[in-house]
C-alpha cells in the first residue's frame, strides 16, 4: 500500500526481489510513503533500502555528486494506526542509493512504513527494494542432494541446475565454486526448480550445492477482501466478489462493511452508494467511480493506511466525510467531483495530479474550498452568485482551471487583516470562460500570489480585482512563467494592484490578441534580473508600466517603446533598465525612451533609429543591423562598453565607434568577424572573435581573450598598436587567415610599437619557410632595444621547415 503509485511501476514491485522492476510514487513530495504488512507479528533484525532513480535529471546525479543525498524515516506499527519511529534519516546528508540498516536490537512488528523527505535529482519517491530481514529463528533451511547440473558441451560458460522442489519452500539459494569448500558465488531463485547460468568459465570445472529456504512467515493471502465484480449499487451483493482464502467468491456474502478487509472498486466499474454507510480501507482504481447520492453520507473510519484510496473518480452529491485520524487521499489522477450546490469537500491528501472537480455550485460556497489543492478546476455554467474559494496562505501545486461560472463571478482569496497573506500557485491558471478575480470587494485585506507557471487566459474576464475604485484590497501577483490573454476581457478596479514579472534571471513572455481593457488595465511591473519580451504585442488600457532597475524591455514593435507600452496609466522606465529591439521592420526607440540607459540592444537586420538623444552607461550591444541617430547624439558613459554579437559579418561605423567619446570597451563577440571601418583608438579590446582592422591602424591599451579563433587580424594592411611597450613582455594578438601573434619586449626607451602580420608566399632556396610576413613600426624610431618572438599555426610552415624545427627544437626566439 502507498501513498501514491504510478500504474506501471506499483507497490508489489518493492518487494518482489526484482532488480529490473520498482515501485513509484506520483512525486516525489515529502509525506509519500510505501507501506508494508508482513500479514503478522514478525521479528525485524535489519532493513535494506534500494532507491530507484525515476524521472530524475540525468546531470544532477549522474556520478553521485557529493550535493546527491536521499531522506527519509522508517515507522513501525502493529495495528498500522499508531505508529512509532524506528529509523531517522531526515537529516542525512550522505549518499544511500543502497541503504542497509542493521538493528542493534531485533523489534517485533506487523507494519513498515518508509516516509520520504528529499529525493534527490527533482525525481519521484521510488524504491527497487524495501527488503526486510528477519525471523532468523523461525526460518528454515533444508539443504537439497537431489539435484543435477548440465554443462553447455559448446559453450562451457553455460550450465542448467536443476532440482526436486521441497514442499512449503519459499526460495532456493543455488550456491556455485572452484572448490567444495569454495562455493562463494550464489543464485536466489522463487518458484521454479531450475536456474540457468552463463557466468562460468569456460574449461574450468565447478562445485553446486542447493538449499531451500522457508522464511518462517506466512505468504499473504487476500482473505476477507472485496473488489467489485461489476459495476451496480453498493449495497447489492451481486455488485461485489469476496476471497475466501481460495476462491474469489460471487456475489459476496455481503456487502462491503467496515471489519471487511481491503474493499477495491476495479478499473472500469463504477458503484453508487444507495445508502448511508461506513467504511475502511477502501480502494478507488484507475478509470473505477464512486458515487454517493444526494442525502447520502460515506464516512471513513479510521484503520489501515489511507482510509479511502482515490485513483479514479469519487462523485459527491451527498457527504463524504472522516472520523478523527481517518485518512482520505486522491492520488495519481485522483479526481474528487462535486456534484452539488454548498455541501462539503472533504479533508483531503490532494497527492501529485490529483484534481478537485466542482461542477453543479449554484450559489453556496461548499465547506473547506480552501485546501491546499493539487489540480482546481471549476466548472459550474449554472452559477448565479458570487463565490469565493476563501484562499489564505494555501499552495496549490498544479493548476487552476476556470471554464465556467454562468452568471457569478469565482474569488480565489479572503485574506486576512493581520498581515499580507500569500497565495502560492506553482502551475498554471488556465481560463477559458467565466469571471474569475483574485480577491472580492467584500474583503480589504491585501493578498500576494507566489506564481511559479503560467497565466493562460482564452475567453472570460479575468480580473485583479472587481467592485468601485478603492474598494477591495490590494493584489500583488508575482508571476514567474508567461502570460497569454486571448479572447477575453480584463479588470483592475482598485489602484496598486499589479501584475510583477519576477521570474529573476529568465525571460518572460506578455501576449495580448483580441483584448478589451476594462477599469484600472492590466498594470505590470518588471522586476530586476527580468528580461519582459513583448513582441510586437501593445500593452493598452488605464495600467501602469514600471520597468525597474536591472529590468529588461524586449520589443519588436516598429514603434518601439510607445507602440509596445500604450497604457495611459503611470509609465516608469528605469535609467538603470535594459532595452532590447529585435524587431523585423526598422524601429524607432520610441519618445518613452529615457535620455539615459543601463544597457541597449540592437537585434533588427533592419536597423533601429533613435527617438531621443542617449547615453549607454552599461552596454550597447548590435545583435542584427545598425543603430541610427538621426538628429540625435548617442553618448557613452565612462565605463560603457560596445559589443559586436551578429551571427553575420559585421563593420563598424562612426555612430557607435566615433573617432573621440567612444565606449571604454570593445567586445567582439561575432564568430563571423567584424571589420574596423577606420582607425580607432579604444582603452579595453576583449576578443572573443576575430577582428579584422583592414587597412587602418586599430590602438588599444590593453587586449584579452585572445587565441587561435579570436584575435586582431591584419592581413589587409592594418596595424595593432600597443602603447608605451617596456620591459614587460607584451603580447600583439595578430593574424592573417590564422592566428600569428608576437611577444616584443623593450628593454630601450619605451615607445608605441605598432605591428602588422600579412599572407607570405615566397620561400627560399632550401623551401624551408613560414608564410608570414611581420612588419613592425615604433613610434620614436631609434630608441628602442627589442626582444621579439614569433607564434604561428602548424599549418603556415611548409614541410621542411616542419622537419627542420621538429628536428633542431629550436624556440624559435629572436633578438633584433
Known amino acids: 500500500m502507498a501513498s501514491s503509485s504510478l500504474p506501471e511501476h506499483t507497490p508489489i514491485n518493492s518487494v518482489d526481489e526484482e532488480v529490473r522492476t520498482y515501485w513509484s510514487a506520483a512525486s516525489g513530495d515529502p509525506g509519500e510513503w510505501l507501506m508494508v504488512d508482513l500479514g503478522s507479528e514478525n521479528t525485524v533484525e535489519a532493513i535494506q533500502v534500494n532507491f530507484a532513480e525515476h524521472n530524475t535529471t540525468p546531470e544532477l546525479v549522474r556520478g553521485r555528486d557529493k550535493d546527491i543525498y536521499e531522506q527519509y524515516y522508517i515507522q513501525t506499527s502493529n495495528d498500522g494506526i499508531h505508529w512509532e519511529m524506528l529509523v531517522d534519516k531526515s537529516q542525512n546528508l550522505n549518499d544511500v542509493p543502497h541503504d542497509y540498516i542493521e538493528l542493534d536490537v531485533p523489534i517485533s512488528t506487523r507494519y513498515l512504513r518508509i516516509t520520504n523527505v528529499y529525493m534527490p535529482g527533482g525525481g519521484n519517491f521510488a524504491l527497487r527494494g524495501f527488503r526486510i530481514f528477519g525471523n532468523s529463528e523461525q526460518a528454515i533451511f533444508t539443504k537439497i542432494d537431489d539435484y543435477t547440473v548440465e554443462r553447455n558441451s559448446a559453450d562451457g560458460r553455460d550450465a542448467t541446475v536443476r532440482w526436486t522442489p521441497i514442499t512449503d519452500a519459499d526460495g532456493y539459494i543455488v550456491n556455485y565454486g572452484i572448490a567444495p569448500d569454495k562455493l562463494y558465488n550464489n543464485y536466489t531463485v522463487f518458484d521454479t526448480d531450475s536456474v540457468v547460468m552463463h557466468s562460468l568459465n569456460h574449461g574450468i570445472e565447478y562445485f553446486f550445492g542447493i538449499t531451500a529456504f522457508e522464511s518462517g512467515t506466512d505468504p499473504y493471502t487476500p482473505v476477507g477482501e472485496i473488489h467489485s465484480f461489476q459495476s451496480g449499487n453498493w449495497n447489492d451483493v451481486n455488485t461485489w466478489a469476496k476471497f475466501d482464502g481460495t476462491n474469489w467468491v460471487h456475489p459476496s456474502p455481503n456487502v462491503p462493511a467496515v471489519d471487511d478487509g481491503l474493499i477495491s472498486i476495479l478499473k472500469g466499474h463504477t458503484v453508487t452508494i444507495t445508502a448511508s454507510d461506513s467504511i475502511d480501507q477502501l480502494h478507488v482504481a484507475d478509470s473505477a467511480t464512486l458515487i454517493v447520492?444526494?442525502?447520502?453520507?460515506?464516512?471513513?473510519?479510521?484503520?489501515v493506511g489511507p482510509d479511502i484510496l482515490v485513483e479514479g473518480t469519487l462523485m459527491n452529491g451527498g457527504s463524504v466525510k472522516s472520523d478523527p485520524g481517518a485518512e482520505i487521499s486522491f492520488a495519481g489522477d485522483g479526481i474528487y467531483e462535486h456534484v452539488q450546490d454548498g455541501g462539503s469537500i472533504p479533508f483531503a491528501t490532494w497527492g501529485a495530479n490529483s484534481t478537485c472537480l466542482l461542477k453543479e455550485v449554484i450559489s453556496l460556497v461548499p465547506d473547506n474550498a480552501n485546501q491546499d489543492f493539487y489540480n482546481l478546476q471549476w466548472n459550474c455554467e449554472n452559477q448565479s452568485g458570487d463565490i469565493s474559494l476563501g484562499f489564505n496562505r494555501n499552495t496549490i501545486k498544479g493548476n487552476i482551471v476556470i471554464e465556467s461560472t454562468g452568471t457569478g463571478i469565482l474569488y480565489l482569496s479572503d485574506p486576512s487583516a493581520v498581515s499580507q497573506d500569500t497565495i502560492t500557485i506553482k502551475g498554471n491558471i488556465v481560463q477559458s470562460g467565466g469571471d474569475f478575480a483574485a480577491t472580492s470587494p467584500l474583503n480589504t485585506n491585501s493578498i500576494a500570489i507566489d506564481h511559479k507557471g503560467n497565466i493562460e487566459i482564452s475567453g472570460g474576464n479575468f480580473a485583479l480585482g472587481k467592485g468601485s475604485p478603492g474598494t477591495g484590497g490590494e493584489v500583488v501577483w508575482n508571476i514567474r512563467g508567461n502570460v497569454s490573454l486571448m479572447n477575453a476581457s480584463l479588470q483592475n478596479d482598485v489602484e496598486g494592484n499589479k501584475f510583477v514579472f519576477a521570474n529573476g534571471g529568465g525571460e518572460q513572455t506578455l501576449s495580448i490578441t483580441n483584448v478589451t481593457f476594462g477599469a484600472g488595465g492590466f498594470p505590470v511591473e518588471v522586476e530586476p534580473d527580468v528580461t519582459l519580451n513583448l513582441g510586437t504585442q501593445v500593452l493598452e488600457g488605464a495600467g501602469g508600466f514600471d520597468l525597474k532597475p536591472g529590468a529588461t524591455l524586449k520589443s519588436a514593435h516598429e514603434n518601439g517603446l510607445n507602440g509596445s507600452v500604450a497604457c495611459t496609466g503611470n509609465i516608469q522606465?528605469?535609467?538603470?533598465?535594459?532595452?532590447?529591439?529585435?524587431?523585423?521592420?526598422?524601429?524607432?526607440?520610441?519618445?518613452?525612451?529615457?535620455?539615459?540607459?543601463?544597457n541597449l540592444v540592437v537585434d533588427n537586420s533592419s536597423g533601429v533609429t533613435l527617438s531621443g538623444s542617449l547615453v549607454v552607461n552599461g552596454l550597447l550591444e548590435l545583435k542584427a543591423g545598425s543603430i541610427s541617430t538621426g538628429s540625435h547624439n548617442l553618448v557613452y558613459g565612462p565605463d560603457a562598453a560596445l559589443k559586436y554579437s551578429g551571427s553575420v559579418k559585421q563593420?563598424?561605423?562612426?555612430?557607435?565607434l566615433p573617432s573621440t567619446g567612444g565606449p571604454k570597451q570593445v567586445i567582439i563577440a561575432n564568430p563571423k568577424n567584424v571589420v574596423l571601418h577606420q582607425s580607432r583608438t579604444i582603452e579595453f579590446l576583449d576578443l572573443q572573435a576575430k577582428f579584422e582592422t583592414g587597412n587602418n591602424v586599430l590602438t588599444t591599451m590593453s587586449v584579452v581573450g585572445e587565441g587561435s579563433k579570436s584575435y586582431v587580424n591584419t592581413s589587409a594592411g592594418g596595424f595593432l598598436k600597443i602603447p608605451d611597450v617596456g620591459v614587460s613582455q607584451v603580447l600583439f594578438p595578430v593574424g592573417t587567415n590564422n592566428y600569428t601573434p608576437v611577444w616584443i619586449s623593450n628593454s630601450g626607451t619605451v615607445d608605441d610599437i605598432s605591428v602588422n602580420a600579412?599572407?607570405?608566399?615566397?620561400?627560399?632556396?632550401?623551401?624551408?619557410?613560414?608564410?608570414?610576413?611581420?612588419?613592425?613600426?615604433?613610434?620614436?624610431?631609434?630608441?628602442?632595444?627589442?626582444?621579439?618572438?614569433f607564434g604561428w599555426m602548424s599549418t603556415l610552415e611548409s614541410s621542411g621547415f616542419r622537419n627542420d624545427r621538429e628536428t633542431r627544437q629550436k624556440s624559435w626566439i629572436y633578438q633584433i
Not at 293 to 303: R, S, T, V
Not at 651 to 656: A, M, P, R
Open 758 to 789: 600579412s599572407p607570405d608566399a615566397s620561400f627560399n632556396a632550401k623551401g624551408n619557410y613560414v608564410m608570414v610576413k611581420w612588419n613592425f613600426s615604433e613610434e620614436n624610431p631609434g630608441g628602442g632595444n627589442y626582444s621579439i618572438q
Open 293 to 303: 447520492l444526494q442525502n447520502i453520507e460515506l464516512k471513513a473510519k479510521n484503520g
Open 573 to 598: 522606465i528605469s535609467k538603470a533598465s535594459n532595452l532590447i529591439f529585435n524587431g523585423t521592420e526598422a524601429q524607432l526607440t520610441g519618445t518613452l525612451l529615457p535620455d539615459t540607459i543601463n
Open 651 to 656: 563593420t563598424t561605423s562612426g555612430v557607435e
